[in-house]
């Protein structure tokens, strides 16, 4: 029987500074398309050992060993560390348009009835319900809470 090679080891092998680099502007692309930053780390460990092997030429062994050991930890430290860093700051209203309309004043469609009507909201009426007293048409509200498909507002307070 031949001596047949395996073509992931002889791929291996072959790997260099080159191959490194490309490997990981393939897995920042890859990472483009996902957003998930799960990518990410490995392709900034893929470009790390670019340079690496650039400067220092290893076996391809020790190679994998580092990439293996360098994605790992940049895995660890960027789920634990750098991802909720990302995550913080203001929610985002891009999937809640609702949140975009508190404290935008709105004018009473119609008049209110045991604390439920309409308001008109741009050129769209909407639901509305009140706990205060029942506004009557063309008065002035602020919506305070959206609940579901209803506005919840109260009276504008007139300066």
Known sequence: M?????????????MNATKWGLLGLGLVALELVT????????????????AWVFFLPLSWEMQFILF????TLLLIVGHMYLKP?????????????GRTM?????????????????VTVGDTQWKASTESQ????????????VAGATLIVEPAVKA
């Open 68 to 71: 293996f050991i360098l994605s």
């Open 2 to 14: 031949e001596n047949e090679t395996n073509i992931i080891i002889s791929a291996l092998e072959t």
């Open 102 to 118: 508190l404290g935008r004043r709105v004018i009473a469609f119609t008049d209110f009835e045991n604390g439920h009507g309409r």
């Open 134 to 145: 029942d506004p009557k048409i063309g008065d002035a509200l602020i919506i305070t809470a």
């Open 35 to 50: 957003g998930t930053t799960y990518i990410l780390w490995p392709a900034v460990a893929a470009l790390a050992m670019s």
């Open 85 to 97: 860093l990302m995550k913080s700051g203001e929610p985002s209203d891009l999937n809640d348009p």
